[in-house]
């Protein structure tokens, strides 16, 4: 079992930067793919990113250039730092646990509660 705790959202000016925390309990967090993604209101939710446990990594086309991923196994914790934020990647931002690598929501089996990123215009 994988408990998954998201922080850091908030609201920020389009250009701004935010940087999410994903906290993981469990021992074996490292042998985990982690992933990001979002959800806006009347949407569904799409992918962000992910990082296999070796740091394999991938990205959405919308955010390339924009977010990284990385994780420290040390600290069971994943991050995104996004960048150059616009006012379209306002959505809510949740984290995931997976055995195989994917940009498909429905290859996770752990899901965190959610983080709220607003980016003004």
């Known amino acids: 079992q994988v408990q998954l705790v998201e922080s850091g959202g908030g609201l920020v000016q389009a250009g701004g930067s935010l940087r999410l925390s994903c906290a993981a309990s469990?021992?074996?967090?490292?042998?985990?793919?982690m992933a990001w993604f979002r959800q806006a209101p009347g949407k569904e939710r799409e992918f962000v990113a992910f990082?296999?446990?070796?740091?394999?990594?991938n990205y959405a086309d919308s955010v390339k250039g924009r977010f990284t991923i990385s994780r420290d196994n040390a600290k069971n914790t994943v991050y995104l730092q996004m960048n150059s934020l616009k006012p379209e990647d306002t959505a809510a931002y949740y984290c995931?646990?997976?055995?195989?690598?994917?940009?498909?929501?429905?290859?996770?089996?752990?899901w965190g509660q959610g983080t709220q990123v607003t980016v003004s215009s």
């Open positions: 995931a646990a997976g055995r195989f690598y994917s940009g498909r929501s429905d290859q996770y089996d752990y």
């Open positions: 469990g021992r074996t967090f490292s042998s985990y793919t």
């Open positions: 990082i296999n446990w070796s740091g394999i990594t």
